[in-house]
């Protein structure tokens, strides 16, 4: 099956920095990569997603980029502020996010940690 | 984006009894809902892939007898973590794809005695 392998596992940065996450897949069949945000206690909120046939996405101070080749993906925040601070997952499906073989695979997830 | 809830959000059981959770989504039909668990600090694991009317399809490892799936109807799916044991006790998640986009329900945080 699938295999998510997240990095790092803790980042802190000062606020107005850049943070970035790096994620890397097993499966080359895998077509979908979404990036979820979760605040302590509540549920994993979407924050964007990539499809296997772009290679870049950015909306406002959130960019993903992906390489299908070296099966690997990133989460860049730009001008990060102390509200971005929480935890981050990636994951990855070959079911292109709603086929029948859609299934979820997530990475072990990033706290990221804005400082004032 | 989609609505997806829970019922409860939290709940508080003696070991050994049963506890059921509710996963509904509100404005939209899911033939399909995913359950998942996660423990502090830890990832979110799938546990099992919800079908409406058919049965529920189990990850390696998960006892089926153990957590009960029905998907009655397309907007609720329900989770029944029978004879519950401290091991037990976990943050459960579901969630429901909507135009090809996964929402996830708030959580039900169990604690079992």
């Known amino acids: 099956g699938e295999n998510v392998e997240q990095h790092p596992s803790t980042l802190s940065v000062q606020e107005g920095d850049s943070a970035v996450i790096k994620c890397t897949y097993s499966?080359?069949?895998?077509?979908?990569f979404p990036w979820y945000k979760q605040e302590l206690g509540k549920r994993p909120q979407l924050i964007i997603d990539i499809r296997s046939n772009v290679g870049e996405k950015k909306d406002q101070r959130i960019a993903v980029t992906l390489n299908k080749t070296a099966k690997h993906f990133s989460l860049h925040i730009t001008e990060t502020q102390p509200e971005d601070s929480a935890v981050y997952f990636c994951a990855a499906s070959n079911g292109g996010g709603g086929g029948s073989n859609y299934k979820l695979t997530f990475g072990k997830g990033t706290l990221l940690t804005v400082n004032p | 984006g989609a609505v997806v809830s829970q019922h409860p959000s939290w709940v508080i059981c003696k070991s050994g009894t049963s506890v059921k959770i509710e996963c509904r989504s509100l404005d939209f039909q899911a033939t399909t809902m995913f359950w998942y668990r996660q423990f502090p600090k830890q990832s979110l694991m799938l546990m099992a892939t919800?079908?409406?009317?058919?049965?529920?399809?189990?990850e390696q490892g998960v006892e089926k007898d153990k957590f009960l799936i029905n998907h009655a109807s397309l907007t609720l799916s329900t989770l029944t973590v029978t004879s519950a044991h401290p091991e037990d006790s976990s943050f459960y998640i579901c969630s429901a794809t909507e135009r090809a986009t996964e929402f996830f329900g708030p959580g039900t945080r169990l604690t079992v005695l």
């Open positions: 499966d080359s069949a895998s077509n979908y």
């Open positions: 919800s079908n409406e009317g058919s049965k529920a399809t189990y």
